[in-house]
């Protein structure tokens, strides 16, 4: 049971553009999301978070939109640069409770 | 400020024997996780650990697995009598729960182990 859905295996995107990566959950208890980013032969490195009380986050150029009703959260990434090419991981929590779910991720591929 | 270390990086076994990864958490972080990471897959969670307490092993498999984090030294995830489907890149993440803090871990770079 896949709590935690990232449809797009991948992404390509010219540098420049816009990049979103798309995310859906099906556990209503979950209140706090995260995304990871994380490049070859490395651990996932955390990049934004947003709480439920909130529909929006944005910390340079990163965004993160979260629309409850649908249960569906999103990454903006603008502009998208070569260096931001790396597997995005959505992650999805309780708070109160330490165990995070992540998504099966989606490699993002921005050509310069 | 060193991040999450584990080692080693890259283990290898043969079928039968056992592996024992180790990972120490940042600094002034009091909970540890371990997440495996099988092939063209996402993380999975496995146990959440303080302080020679488990937490949460709702993700750990029932047998041959375990895992530690003593009141000194690293945490520790052992599997017993390896089997190939054990190959994967096993995880460690820890944070430092503060009030108002959201979940956010930080992870080590991983060991990948290689059961032949």
């Known amino acids: 049971d896949q709590q935690v859905k990232q449809n797009s295996p991948s992404l390509s995107v010219q540098e420049g553009r816009i990049s979103i990566l798309n995310c859906d959950y099906t556990n209503s208890m979950f209140d706090y999301f995260l995304w990871y980013k994380k490049y070859p032969a490395e651990g996932p490195t955390f990049l934004i978070s947003i709480s439920s009380i909130k529909d929006k986050n944005e910390d340079g150029r990163f965004t993160v939109f979260l629309n409850k009703s649908a249960k569906h959260l999103s990454l903006h990434i603008v502009p998208s640069q070569p260096g931001d090419s790396a597997v995005y991981f959505c992650a999805a929590s309780v708070r109160g409770y330490q165990k995070v779910t992540f998504g099966i991720g989606t490699k993002l591929q921005v050509i310069p | 400020n060193a991040g999450v270390m584990q080692n080693p990086r890259h283990l290898v076994r043969r079928r039968g024997q056992e592996a024992r990864l180790r990972c120490s958490p940042m600094?002034?972080?009091?909970?540890v996780y371990w997440y495996r990471q099988l092939p063209e897959e996402g993380l999975k969670f496995m146990v959440y650990?303080?302080?020679?307490?488990?937490?949460?092993e709702s993700g750990m498999p029932k047998e041959r697995f375990s895992a530690e984090f003593p009141k000194e030294g690293p945490s520790i995830l052992r599997i017993q009598q390896v089997v190939r489907g054990d190959s994967a890149a096993y995880f460690c993440a820890s944070s430092q729960r503060t009030s108002g803090s959201g979940n956010e871990q930080f992870f080590g770079p991983g060991t990948r182990l290689t059961v032949l």
């Open positions: 650990l303080q302080k020679e307490n488990i937490i949460d």
């Open positions: 600094k002034g972080h009091s909970h």
